[in-house]
């Protein structure tokens, strides 16, 4: 789970407005008049799900909004969050279940307005999303069916925007130093230290090692995309498609969290909802097949970047797990929800080590091929 443009102490004030405050903001900002609020769970961010009350003739629009007010860190770059935002928008007009703004009574998708609490004169980013129905897949009982679908989702959704997404501030999404894309694995040389002397730390420096001679000298051969970045089983929302309660079968019915889009690869977003979908699998080695068979349903990977897939998905659970624990050492306060992933991600990791390169990519190649066939790229 991410959060944040790089690891170091940040200056961000996390926004602290009252349910009171954020109904007096949407009526003013937006002129909703808000019937029913509640808290929403983020980390910097400050989010709120709510429901407008609507009179007849009163105009069209959905009746459940997230309210997102951006930390004061974040709310300093208005193009970064205009691009996420616009991405989103352009998404849902291609037919993906992705959230769309409210816009403002000044006709615009965002305002940064000033908080008042109690921590000086903040401004802060406020965007007002529809509301996306669902449950998070960390909630449900996983199948392979819904692997395949994500891996399917992930190619679909970078072919998308890469293809036909065009905004000016698209360039805002090439973030040199972003801690989060996964080319900048080496970076994490620096944050090593929250881990201690132990197993872990080995193998995590191992990966880094790996990685910096044999996935960076590759990156010309991959294919360039703009990435999601952040495909977690908690930013994907589901949907029951079927009544059977043996075999219950789900459709992705929400796409959240675009704080982590960037330029990156094809290769890269398959390599980051393998890791995170093997979170949520009774069977975690497999996972890796059905998620890159979906994948290549829509977008086949070359034989360069089929090669890079194992340090790749290695390289986002190092991000992952050494990210975590130096956050939780800055914020111990938080420290349950930053280390989610790690409570069964160094298991994974560790065994996808000892069993080595070769055997995993056999299981997950393996599993892929079982699959109907695919042409080659």
């Known amino acids: 789970m991410s959060s944040g443009n790089d690891c170091q102490s940040k200056t961000f004030t996390k926004p602290a407005l009252g349910e009171k405050e954020a109904i007096e903001l949407v009526d003013r900002v937006f002129g909703l008049k808000v019937s029913w609020i509640r808290p929403l769970p983020s980390y910097e961010d400050q989010n709120f799900h709510m429901r407008i ?7 069209e629009g959905a009746d459940e909004y997230v309210l997102k007010i951006t930390n004061s860190e974040d709310s300093q770059e208005p193009d970064l969050i205009e691009a996420q935002t616009r991405a989103m928008m352009f998404l849902s007009t291609e037919g993906f279940p ?3 703004p409210y816009l403002t009574k000044d006709g615009n998708i965002m305002s940064l307005e000033s908080g008042d609490t109690g921590a000086g004169n903040k401004k802060y980013m406020v965007r007002l999303l529809t509301y996306l129905p669902g449950t998070p897949v960390a909630k449900i009982a996983t199948n392979t069916h819904i692997f395949f679908e994500i891996g399917k989702l992930a190619a679909s959704l970078d072919k998308a925007l890469s293809e036909k997404f065009h905004h000016p501030s698209v360039k805002s999404l090439h973030r040199g130093q972003f801690i989060w894309n996964l080319a900048n694995v080496p970076l ?9 002397q132990n197993k872990y730390r080995e193998v995590v420096e191992q990966v880094i090692e790996l990685f910096k001679g044999k996935v960076i000298p590759k990156l010309s051969s991959f294919r360039a995309c703009l990435n999601h970045g952040d ?4 930013n994907i929302l589901v949907e029951p498609s079927s009544a ?3 075999n219950p079968q789900y459709r992705v019915s929400g796409i959240l969290d675009f704080s982590d889009m960037s330029y990156g690869y094809f290769v890269f977003e398959v390599a980051i909802a393998i890791m995170y979908m093997m979170i949520e699998s009774p069977d975690p080695l497999r996972v890796g097949g059905h998620v890159l068979a979906g994948f290549e349903s829509v977008l086949p990977l070359t034989e360069e970047e089929r090669g890079a897939l194992f340090l790749l998905v290695s390289g986002r659970f190092a991000q992952s797990l050494v990210i975590a624990a130096h956050m939780a050492l800055l914020y111990p306060e938080n420290e349950e929800y930053l280390t ?3 409570k069964t991600g160094w298991k994974h990791l560790m065994t996808m080590f000892e069993l ?3 055997a995993v990519e056999r299981i997950w190649f ?4 079982a699959y109907p066939s695919h042409p080659p790229a």
């Open 188 to 196: 994490l040389d620096q944050y090593v230290y929250a881990l201690g």
């Open 98 to 100: 992705s959230a769309t």
């Open 53 to 59: 009350s609507r009179n007849k003739g009163a105009g």
């Open 231 to 234: 495909i977690n089983d908690h």
């Open 340 to 342: 989610i992933t790690a």
């Open 356 to 358: 080595g390169q070769e």
């Open 366 to 369: 393996e599993t892929a091929q």
């Open 244 to 246: 059977s309660l043996e």
